[in-house]
């Protein structure tokens, strides 16, 4: 019989990549994670880690271990939702993870319909972007992220992780006040390189025929309006950031087929039952809703 403690700790390895990761996220030494691996080479009777440089990786008994282990720990998050389910309230801690905008606009309104719905309810909130939170997720540091995802630039899917959508978000061109010689040849403000929303704008922009002039580099929506409405850049931004407000500055529309993000809820698959989950993705749904009605009505 293998310890589930041991096999959860090679799981870690996996998705973290180094013992000190491993050792950060579950408040541990790196010896003492180096020992309890050691343990369960003994235990299963094979090198379950070999060395690469100064790093390790596992070896492909190693893989096959945590395959079993993931299948074990994704039972268990079924048996979790269960007991959770048979009981009258909601208690404990959901975590979730958004990106800036949805923490913004989305998360303030949500919090506000769990709390009158299920007040024993502790939920911890991250700013995330999807890049970061989605691994995140996958290693069990969070139980539910908002993710996007933009025109032609889909996420990477894993099957242990259930996606279900949320909202569409409008994309848009901004220009400073009184531009009126369009977006090519203006300074601009993007999101940094690598980032899928730099891809996206980057191919948009080359679509049209030109180079965009990317002098501010910014993950944070709100410098991006503050250099539109200063009249330092041009950018791209989505209607979430006006949560239902009338926008500060000239926005014009993208090309057909451009024009929207996606925004989704992700779970591990065996939470999904969960009742926390359920209530939460429910209260986003709700949160979304309100919103696209309040631009409609705008």
Do not use: N
Not at 127 to 140: G, I, K, M, S
Not at 159 to 179: C, N
Not at 209 to 215: A, N, T
């Amino acid at each position: 019989m293998f310890d589930l403690h041991r096999l959860r700790l090679l799981r870690e390895l996996k998705h973290r990549g180094t013992l000190a990761a491993v050792a950060a996220a579950l408040s541990y030494s790196p010896s003492s994670v180096s020992q309890q691996l050691s343990v369960l080479e003994k235990e299963v009777g094979v090198p379950l880690l070999e060395p690469v440089g100064r790093r390790v990786r596992l070896t492909e008994q190693g893989e096959i271990l945590v395959a079993h282990t993931e299948a074990v720990l994704e039972r268990l998050e079924q048996a979790r939702a269960e007991v959770a389910g048979s009981l009258t309230g909601l208690t404990g801690t959901l975590r979730l993870a958004a990106f800036q905008t949805a923490a913004l606009t989305l998360i303030p309104p949500t919090l506000t319909l769990l709390r009158a719905a299920h007040p024993a309810l502790r939920v911890h909130v991250t700013e995330a972007e999807p890049e970061a939170a989605l691994p995140a997720l996958r290693a069990r540091d969070f139980d539910l992220v908002i993710a996007e995802e933009y025109p032609g630039h889909p996420h990477p899917r894993h099957p242990e992780l259930e996606e279900v959508d949320l909202s569409r978000d409008t994309l848009r061109l901004a220009l400073p006040a009184g531009a009126g010689d369009g977006p090519a040849g203006r300074p601009w403000v993007m999101e940094p390189e690598g980032t899928p929303a730099r891809r996206w704008a980057m191919a948009l922009c080359r679509d049209a025929g030109w180079e965009p002039d990317v002098r501010y580099e910014s993950t944070d929506m709100l410098l991006h309006l503050r250099l539109v409405e200063q009249g330092h850049a041009a950018a791209l931004l989505p209607d979430l950031l006006w949560c239902g407000r009338k926008p500060t500055v000239p926005l014009l529309e993208l090309p057909g087929g451009r024009r929207s993000r996606r925004l989704s809820t992700v779970v591990r698959g065996g939470s999904s039952r969960h009742p926390a989950v359920r209530a939460c993705r429910e209260a986003l749904a709700r949160a979304a809703q309100d919103l696209d009605r309040a631009a409609g009505d705008g």
